[in-house]
């Protein structure tokens, strides 16, 4: 079992920046990938960025490039979100999310952080 703690939202002004982090325990294999999702109220929960240990691939969802980073900290077994130049479009429910193997099994399964309220606004 693998649980993802999701810590670093607040609210911020048009043009600050906060960093958003995802914290995993317990038995990890392998990191097929990660990334982060997020959900404004009354829109589909969308994929913003991933990254894909295996082969050092990233992706950034066209609304985000430029402005987000997805990092990793192996050693910490967390993954950050930087997200500089908030709009107000960038509210909303952030999630983070791992599809990792366990020690036993090379079958990955798919986990979830809580979610973290992001609010950009004056």
């Known amino acids: 079992q693998v649980q993802l703690v999701e810590s670093g939202g607040g609210l911020v002004q048009p043009g600050g920046s906060l960093r958003l982090s995802c914290a995993a325990s317990?038995?990890?294999?392998?990191?097929?990938?990660m990334g982060w999702y997020r959900q404004a109220p009354g829109k589909q929960r969308e994929l913003i960025a991933a990254?894909?240990?295996?082969?050092?691939?990233?992706h950034y969802a066209d609304s985000v490039q430029g402005r987000f980073t997805i990092a990793r900290d192996s050693a910490k077994n967390t993954m950050f979100l930087q997200m500089n130049s908030l709009k107000p479009e960038d509210t909303a429910v952030y999630y983070c999310?791992?599809?990792?193997?366990?020690?036993?099994?090379?079958?990955?399964?798919?986990?979830w952080g809580q979610g973290t309220q992001v609010t950009v606004s004056s």
């Open positions: 990254f894909t240990p295996g082969t050092g691939n990233s």
């Open positions: 317990g038995s990890i294999g392998t990191i097929y990938t």
């Open positions: 999310h791992a599809a990792v193997s366990g020690i036993m099994s090379p079958i990955g399964f798919d986990y």
